[in-house]
């Protein structure tokens, strides 16, 4: 069964800095998208970052210079360098993992970690 957990969210003061992980128990994981949502109170989820299998990346334009994501295949895990937090960036925070096969998505979610910024 596939499980992706993400962890390192929490409380913090505006300016300040997270990390996420999210640690995926998938078979092949270095050939599936990586990717990192959020979704704040009344508001639709969002794509933040994403990581392609060969490692190229992508980011929303709110968070572009402030937010890194990174992949360590050996260890199936992706992460989310969050730097110069702004309340705006509060919301729960989720990890996906994306392939196509036989031309149909496949997706995979975690649980989703909160990340809350406090001016």
């Known amino acids: 069964q596939v499980q992706l957990v993400e962890s390192g969210g929490g409380l913090v003061q505006a300016g300040g800095s997270l990390i996420l992980s999210c640690a995926a128990s998938?078979?092949?994981?270095?050939?599936?998208?990586m990717h990192w949502y959020r979704q704040a109170p009344g508001k639709q989820r969002e794509l933040v970052a994403g990581i392609s299998s060969g490692g190229s990346t992508n980011y929303a334009d709110s968070v572009k210079d402030r937010f890194t994501i990174s992949r360590d295949n050996a260890k199936k895990t992706v992460y989310l360098q969050m730097n110069s937090l702004k309340p705006e960036d509060t919301a729960v925070y989720y990890c996906?993992?994306?392939?196509?096969?036989?031309?149909?998505?496949?997706?995979?979610w975690g649980q989703g970690t909160q990340v809350t910024v406090f001016s």
């Open positions: 998938i078979s092949a994981f270095n050939i599936y998208a």
């Open positions: 996906n993992a994306h392939r196509t096969i036989w031309s149909r998505p496949q997706d995979y």
